[in-house]
T-cell receptor, first 115, second 109 residues
């Protein structure tokens, strides 16, 4: 079974631009979560989508948004990029039974550098 | 709210040494507990998990026991290898997964 894939793997943008990252979950997984990883803050939860609906949201500004498609693929978008948005963005998928914490399977991440 | 605290690194050990990475948690209810590992340039991989008190998770020689009385889930390995060098994350999950800040482990040959 193919693992979680993320595209692109690396991205360089300038301040003020916007960016869209893509995540394809493991086949059959309906939940996709997004995390931001930085050396200073560690792993921070952005949001989770389940069956095309946002199920949970972390404490990030509205510039960070996401969506999920009917095939469970997910995208996250960051608008008006700031230098502090430079990070590794990780996507994770799981089977996600309702109200239960399933094992998450992570992709390799997209490394975003904002100049 | 729920939280995870793990020992700060880096931790440097010689090959074949005994490893302990401490992890404590604060949670309402009885969440599942996880250890994830991140090798350089890669995403996180599940190392082991435990879903209820006194459960022991184990994988690749690593073990951790869910201790409700001490709210801990310490990671141990009896004899580490150079290939174990990575960042280790303790995490708890109820409705979402909450990660600790990670502990970088260096194993010297």
């Amino acid at each position: 079974k193919a693992g979680v894939t993320q595209t692109p793997r690396y991205l360089i943008k300038t301040r003020g631009q916007q960016v869209t990252l893509s995540c394809s979950p493991i086949s059959g997984h309906r939940s996709v979560s997004w995390y931001q990883q930085t050396p200073g803050q560690g792993l921070q939860f952005l949001f989770e989508y389940f069956s095309e609906t946002q199920r949970n949201k972390g404490n990030f500004p509205g510039r960070f948004s996401g969506r999920q498609f009917s095939n469970s693929r997910s995208e996250m978008n960051v608008s008006t990029l700031e230098l502090g948005d430079s990070a590794l963005y990780l996507c994770a998928s799981s089977l996600r039974s309702a109200g239960d914490s399933e094992t998450q399977y992570f992709g390799p991440g997209t490394r975003l550098l904002v100049l | 709210g729920n939280s995870v605290t793990q020992m700060e690194g880096p931790v440097t050990l010689s090959e074949e040494a005994f490893l302990t990475i401490n992890c404590t948690y604060t949670a309402t209810g009885y969440p599942s507990l996880f250890w994830y590992v991140q090798y350089p340039g890669e995403g996180l991989q599940l190392l082991l998990k435990a879903t209820k008190a006194d459960d022991k998770g184990s994988n690749k020689g690593f073990e951790a026991t869910y201790r409700k009385e001490t709210t801990s889930f310490h990671l141990e390995k009896g004899s580490v290898q150079v290939s174990d060098s990575a960042v280790y994350f303790c995490a708890l999950g109820d409705d979402k997964i909450i990660f600790g800040k990670g502990t970088r482990l260096h194993i010297l040959p």
